[in-house]
């Protein structure tokens, strides 16, 4: 009897308790195909960043990289105190160099007196996801940047805040169009965080939309590349793709590449990046000499681009952009956040001198 009594009295109190407890609102969700989408060469309807059925020359593994939604941002405002999200994903195996958020997550950021402040994740946990990025917020109007993964293709995505108040459409707060085209470096491999690729970091950083179509191990000059790349309405084109072809392929297609790009776009400057020296090189002398005939090959494409008398061509070499320390990558390839920064601090100020003339 005395353990009935005891029972009864504490779910008395626990229900005296819940009802003593604030109510938290429910979510209200918004597709977020109805919000600004930053990011995307040519205007699409899905979250891939080519429209490869208009290309069907493309190698298949291009094909399937540019349905990988890198680089692709949702541009909102809300005053809610809560944002959360739901997306849907494929079933592909994850990477094993990369972290789960960065592969198939979200990343949140939020302006906070004129600068662009993380503010929270979306972490995958199934093909379909739910998760709140950030919550116990005050009610003041925030605008927001949310970043799609790297490495996979969104299939569906919604924008979650409180009940009571709204999700507003934003704006592209980025200035003209620049394209990077690369290797699963541009990509974003091996960032903790979507918004940590250095694409993504130099738009917050330069104010300027910088379009991310680094192929993962398949940045490779193809000629139909190439040309899809020069009908591209762009401001400037960066070319920090000299990590995935060989040498003899450097040789061949750089060329063809920059003259194509020059031939629809007589002013844009164009910037070659040379690779990144690999860790991996650091003891294997058959990677390291690789890398040593590729950014030597770039380099003199480079000069041969300028004896022919291209103007608004220019080049930043790869020999510091990871630093000294051996400690700027993830697998000895791909950068971390360590080596993303350290890329930063070599290429932003070139970039910056370069597009100057174009902000101003």
Same mark, same amino acid.
């Given at each position: 009897?005395?353990?009935?009594? +005891? +029972?009864?009295?504490?779910?008395?109190?626990?229900?005296?308790?819940?009802?003593?407890? #604030?109510?938290?609102?429910?979510?209200?969700?918004?597709?977020?195909?109805?919000?600004?989408?930053?990011?995307?060469?040519?205007?699409?309807?899905?979250?891939?960043?080519?429209?490869?059925?208009?290309?069907?020359?493309?190698?298949?593994?291009?094909?399937?990289?540019?349905?990988?939604?890198?680089?692709?941002?949702? @541009?909102?405002?809300?005053?809610?105190?809560?944002?959360?999200?739901?997306?849907?994903?494929?079933?592909?195996?994850?990477?094993?160099?990369?972290?789960?958020?960065?592969?198939?997550?979200?990343?949140?950021?939020?302006?906070?007196?004129?600068?662009?402040?993380? /503010?929270?994740?979306?972490?995958?946990?199934?093909?379909?996801?739910?998760?709140?990025?950030?919550?116990?917020?005050?009610?003041?109007?925030?605008?927001?940047?949310?970043?799609?993964?790297?490495?996979?293709?969104?299939?569906?995505?919604?924008?979650?805040?409180?009940?009571?108040?709204?999700?507003?459409?934003?704006?592209?707060?980025?200035?003209?169009?620049?394209?990077?085209?690369?290797?699963?470096?541009?990509?974003?491999? @091996?960032? @903790?965080?979507?918004?940590?690729?250095?694409?993504?970091? $130099? @738009?917050?950083?330069?104010?300027?939309?910088?379009?991310?179509?680094? +192929?993962?191990?398949?940045?490779?000059?193809?000629?139909?590349?190439?040309?899809?790349?020069?009908?591209?309405?762009?401001?400037?084109?960066?070319?920090?793709?000299? /990590?995935?072809?060989?040498?003899?392929?450097?040789?061949?297609?750089?060329?063809?590449?920059?003259?194509?790009?020059?031939?629809?776009?007589?002013?844009? #400057?164009?910037?070659?990046?040379?690779?990144?020296?690999?860790?991996?090189?650091?003891?294997?002398?058959?990677?390291?000499?690789?890398?040593?005939?590729?950014?030597?090959?770039?380099?003199?494409?480079?000069?041969?681009?300028?004896?022919?008398?291209?103007?608004?061509?220019? +080049?930043?070499?790869?020999?510091?952009?990871?630093?000294?320390?051996?400690?700027?990558?993830?697998?000895?390839?791909?950068?971390?956040?360590?080596?993303?920064?350290?890329? $930063?601090?070599?290429?932003?100020?070139?970039?910056?001198?370069?597009?100057?003339?174009?902000?101003?």
């Amino acid at each position: 009897m005395q353990r009935i009594v +005891l +029972l009864l009295i504490s779910m008395g109190l626990y229900s005296f308790l819940q009802a003593q407890s #604030p109510k938290v609102p429910s979510l209200v969700f918004t597709d977020a195909a109805s919000l600004e989408l930053i990011g995307q060469a040519f205007p699409l309807k899905s979250y891939h960043r080519i429209d490869t059925t208009s290309y069907p020359d493309f190698p298949a593994a291009v094909k399937q990289l540019l349905t990988n939604s890198a680089g692709l941002v949702i @541009s909102f405002k809300t005053r809610s105190p809560r944002i959360a999200a739901k997306w849907c994903v494929t079933n592909r195996r994850q990477s094993n160099n990369m972290t789960p958020i960065v592969n198939k997550g979200l990343d949140l950021y939020i302006k906070r007196e004129g600068k662009w402040v993380f /503010a929270g994740v979306g972490r995958p946990s199934n093909v379909c996801s739910e998760y709140i990025m950030v919550e116990n917020m005050d009610n003041s109007e925030k605008e927001c940047l949310l970043y799609l993964p790297l490495y996979d293709e969104v299939k569906s995505l919604q924008i979650g805040v409180d009940s009571g108040y709204q999700v507003v459409r934003g704006i592209n707060p980025f200035k003209k169009k620049v394209v990077i085209y690369g290797s699963s470096i541009t990509q974003g491999a @091996s960032a @903790s965080r979507p918004g940590m690729a250095y694409p993504a970091r $130099l @738009s917050r950083e330069m104010g300027v939309n910088f379009i991310n179509l680094g +192929l993962s191990g398949n940045g490779k000059m193809e000629k139909e590349v190439a040309d899809m790349l020069a009908t591209i309405d762009a401001d400037a084109f960066v070319l920090d793709c000299f /990590a995935n072809p060989s040498p003899e392929q450097i040789a061949q297609r750089t060329g063809y590449l920059v003259k194509a790009i020059r031939a629809k776009h007589p002013n844009a #400057p164009i910037i070659i990046i040379q690779s990144v020296i690999r860790e991996s090189g650091n003891f294997n002398q058959v990677v390291r000499e690789r890398v040593r005939q590729q950014n030597e090959n770039a380099y003199q494409e480079y000069q041969q681009l300028i004896k022919e008398g291209f103007k608004n061509l220019y +080049l930043i070499k790869g020999d510091n952009l990871l630093g000294k320390d051996h400690e700027g990558t993830t697998d000895g390839v791909h950068p971390n956040d360590i080596g993303f920064d350290r890329m $930063l601090q070599v290429i932003q100020p070139e970039l910056t001198r370069i597009l100057k003339p174009l902000l101003h």
